[in-house]
């Protein structure tokens, strides 16, 4: 087997597991906070959203420190890092003795994580630039999937061995990914020599100079902010449409047929990417993304939302593996795993902001309207495509 797809489809079976146990913690945060002895309701909603996003505001802030680690030691170096940290901090997330002490280890997870974008970086620096796309398309199918899975086994483990015992067994897991990249995963990387040395300011200004990369960064942000702000809230949009009725199992549904869409379609729209123009599939997933989010405001009926939010997931299968295609093909040499880092720092800050911008103005405005302004933030991703992006890429 070529080297680069015995990497690919074992980072892909690691990501599944690391995905999958990092989502098992999901469905029972808010009632391992109870266990932990905070029992007033609205302090289990502060303190469940504080956990969350500590998590991905510590990512965002550490992201391009990392990627510049990983340009200069290697990526292999960096999945490997963050495998093996997360294993220990979500061991400890078992022995946490109340919020506070919960907050501060989803606090360190967020520093020491990355394992998906290491593993982004690994395989687009290592793989063909002719098979980008279809590897990296690959490797979301597998995150994804890993996603779906992982609250599933999570849901029914907390009812066998308890919320404690999930974070021991999800620290195992993901060790069990770490050795397996550790073992299998080989890289083709030479260090650096003599490079001069430069501060992350200096790093982000030569990156931004070359067009269109922030404009891929401003999408990034936007997929991430549109369509994750909407994601927390869909629980309370089913319960609505559902009369209250099986809402939980609804609400899983409405959620996977997301995911699953997502998965069937990263692969396909990968190998577009490599044969069409991962910029034209960027294009056209956004427009799509953005046209099947209006409907989801106007749905009278359950089946009709789970419908929307499959062609949603369709769509979103060619966004982001698209964006990174485009990123690893514009970097500079050299720098791959800093623009990445950059990249990632955007992606965390929308998955940050838009749960809790959401939030807000689904207390004021109705969770309805959520779904318009996922499609107008979409929308914007598209002009930008067309004015920033398409035009300077045609000309190359």
Known sequence: M????????????????VMAAMTMIVPFLPLYLQELGVTDPAKVSTWAGLIFGINFFSAFLVSPFWGRLADKRGRRLMVLRSGFGMAIVMILMGFATGPWSLFFFRLLNGTISGFNPASIALISTNTPKEYVGQAL?????GAVAGSICGPLFGGLMAEIVGFRMIF?????????????????????????????????????????????????YVIIFLIQFGLVGVNPLVSLYVEELSAGMNSAFFAGLAVSSMGFANMLASP????????????????????????????QAFVTELWQLIGMRFFTGLCLGGLLPAANTLIRKLAPEGMESRTYGFSNSFLFLGNMLGPMIGGFIAGFAGIRSLFIISALLLFIGVITMRKQVLPVLDNR
């Open 168 to 216: 021991n067994i999800t620290g195992i897991f993901i060790a069990l990914a770490a050795f397996t990249v550790l073992i299998f995963v080989k890289e083709d990387f030479t260090p650096p020599q003599n490079e001069e040395k430069t501060s992350t300011k200096q790093d982000f200004k030569t990156i931004a100079a070359i067009k269109p990369i922030p404009s891929i």
């Open 268 to 295: 396909k729209l990968g190998k577009w990417s490599d044969r069409k123009g991962a910029q034209y599939v960027l294009y056209g997933s956004l427009i799509g993304a953005a046209i099947f989010s209006i409907p």
């Open 2 to 17: 070529i080297n680069w797809k015995k990497n690919l489809y074992i980072l892909t079976v690691s990501i599944f597991i």
């Open 137 to 141: 398309g690959i490797l979301q199918a």
